[in-house]
């Protein structure tokens, strides 16, 4: 299974989201006028000021934007990339992190947000 991804740098984090969960990329300007959704201080980071942002279609409800911070381009992770974590480790992820993350290719964790989440939590 490839998984294709925006990847990002969001504050201090490098993550990643999943391009099928997101219909289009804006700049921090072009996603004025519609809800906004700031997943930093669920991730203890302070709120994000700028950088793109991902445009939503929910299953139920209005268009939805998240901040997703800079982009800083798309790629295909192959299931070398792509981690499954343990239950020890998984549980204690802020909420918005899924139970899984991919590895670049210096071998550093990426972490995959859940979009999901966030346009359900609002």
Known sequence: MELDVIRTRFGPLELAIELHEVSSVLDYG???????????????????????????????????????????????????????????????LPDVLKGACGSDEKGEIVWLLDLRKLTEQG
């Open 30 to 92: 072009e996603g004025q006028g519609i809800t906004l959704i700031d997943p930093a201080p669920r991730l203890g980071l302070r709120p994000l000021g700028g950088g793109h942002v991902g445009y939503v279609e929910p299953e139920f409800g209005p268009p939805l934007g998240i901040k997703i911070g800079e982009v800083h381009g798309f790629e295909k992770w192959t299931p070398a990339n792509i981690l499954s974590l343990p239950d020890w480790i998984a549980n204690y």
